[in-house]
Each structure stands twice: as C-alpha cells, then as structure tokens.
C-alpha cells in the first residue's frame, strides 16, 4: 500500500527540484489527495489548479504523473519554461498510442471520465480524433463511426470494466466498425491493488479505503469492495473516521489507492487499533 511508484516518482521528482533551488508550479495537482498537495506547498510548490501556464509566474513547471496534452508540451517548450516531466510511464504509454493510433487513421474512443485530468489529457494526443464515454452503456457514443476504431482506457480502471466495455462496443456498432484496433494501456500497480483488495473482501467484514476522495483509483477500490458485499467506508483523513462504523464488525481491511501516502494509511490504522481496543 501506499504511493505507487508513479506517484512516489512524481513527488520525488518535484521535492528534489526544490531542493536544489528551482521555484516550481505544477500543472494542476500533483495527485488527488490534498495532504500531499499541501505538503508540496508547505516547501514552497506553487500548485496551479489550471493546469496551464496560464498566469505561472515561476521559471519551471512540473507537468504531474496524469500528464498533460500535446499542445500543453508545446506551449511549455515556446514559452521557455524548464520542464519537470513527471509523467507516469502508463500515461505516457497511453498517449503514445492515441497518437500513433490517430497518425494511423483511427477514431479513437477512451473509456474513461472525461472531467479527469489523465483523460482529458490523453484526448490532447489524438489530433482531433478522440472520443469520451464514461462507461459500459457507451452513452454519448455518435450514432455513426468511422469504419477504423482504436480503443484504449484510463488507466486506473479495472480489467474486467474495460473488457465489458470493448465487448459492448463490438455487440453494438459490428456493422459499423471494419478495422478495431484495442490497446491495453491499464497500469499494472493499479489493477495488482485491485485484487489485493478483491481478496481482502472475501476476508473482513468491514473495510476502509484510505485516499482523496476525488482520486479515481481509491473510489474504484471502493466500489470493488462494496461490490463483494462488504461494508465500506471511503476516508481522506483519520478525522473523518467514526466509532460506530466498528459496532458488530469483527474483522477489519484496510486498503489504499495509489496516491495516499504511507502517513495518513499509518494514521488509520493506530485509530483503528484505538477503536478495537476501546471497543473490546
Ligand atoms: S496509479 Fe498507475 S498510472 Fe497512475 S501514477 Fe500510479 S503507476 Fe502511474
């Protein structure tokens, strides 16, 4: 649990910068949780929520581990920022191949939340050819599509949803699409802490998550939970933490997404024990 290592790589990247002098603002947050956002702050991080470089008054911008569209990059490199480029290694991949998918001739459809800044970003690199639908019942999906289709993901959602959605896809434009061309872009630290917690389901009788409450990853550990059955409660901050969830529970999980930091898991976790031991 904890950081994934896009994430620990991306705060890494930043902290260091820092440290050695340079005056930073990063291109909206670094990830969705607000106590790592304020302890990049606290050393002197400007966080712009815009993620432009709009009104950035620092000489170095820090594009975040979700990345940042095609003409973001260009607008950095022409206006003559240094660059921190902490794109996580899936996203990048995952750009990668809306570009060359679109270079290629494909419309390409990204099953994912279209507000969500690794998304948004992503359609950024398909020259003009991408399209959002946020989940399995293809809603918003145009009623005509050209005959060559790439499909890729966000890359935090599960294997079992993006299989779903590209069978849907198939069952309900077969006349439409010749050429169907899917690239599996979902990142391994994600999908690996998603059967953890599968597991763990099976196990407990209740289970909290720990991480922002806006972070995608941490919600979809959320929904797997609940989904299993159990009892299932979703926390940013130890505060938030209330004694009676614990009534009638006899075993409890605790799970993180990938952008909580080991202190706040450690933090639940003492509170926890403090409620069991009260509660014996
Ligand atoms: S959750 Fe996966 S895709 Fe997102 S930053 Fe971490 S390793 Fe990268």
């Given at each position: 649990m904890g950081f994934c290592f896009g994430v620990r790589r991306a705060v890494d990247m930043m902290l260091e910068a820092s440290a050695d002098g340079h005056r930073v603002t990063t291109l909206g947050q670094v990830v969705h949780n607000p106590q790592v956002v304020s302890d990049l702050e606290r050393v002197g991080i400007v966080v712009n929520e815009r993620r432009t470089t709009e009104g950035v008054s620092t000489d170095t911008v820090a594009i975040t581990a979700h990345g940042v569209s095609e003409s973001t990059v260009e607008t950095i490199e022409e206006r003559g920022f240094g660059v921190i480029d902490t794109t996580c290694q899936f996203v990048k991949r995952s750009q990668l191949a809306a570009m060359h998918l679109a270079e290629a001739g494909f419309t390409i459809i990204i099953f994912g939340d279209p507000d969500h800044p690794e998304v948004k970003g992503v359609v950024g690199w398909c020259r003009g050819r991408g399209i959002t639908i946020p989940d399995e019942s293809l809603e918003g999906l145009p009623a005509y599509l050209p005959s060559k289709v790439g499909v890729i993901s966000q890359t935090t959602h599960t294997p079992e949803r993006f299989a779903k959605f590209v069978a849907n896809l198939m069952e309900a434009r077969i006349d439409q699409i010749t050429e169907l061309r899917v690239v599996n872009v979902l990142c391994n630290a994600t999908t690996s802490q998603q059967a953890a917690t599968r597991d763990l389901a099976q196990e407990v009788d209740l289970m909290i998550v720990v991480g922002g409450h806006n972070s995608a990853n941490t919600c979809h550990l959320a929904d797997l939970s609940k989904a299993n059955g159990v009892d299932t409660h979703q926390v940013?901050?130890?505060?938030?933490?209330?004694?009676?969830?614990?009534?009638?529970?006899e075993k409890v999980g605790v799970t993180a997404g990938a952008s909580t930091p080991d202190s706040s898991i450690d933090a639940v976790v003492t509170r926890i024990e403090a409620i069991a031991a009260a509660q014996a």
């Open positions: 940013e901050r130890v505060s938030e933490i209330e004694d009676d969830w614990f009534k009638g529970h």
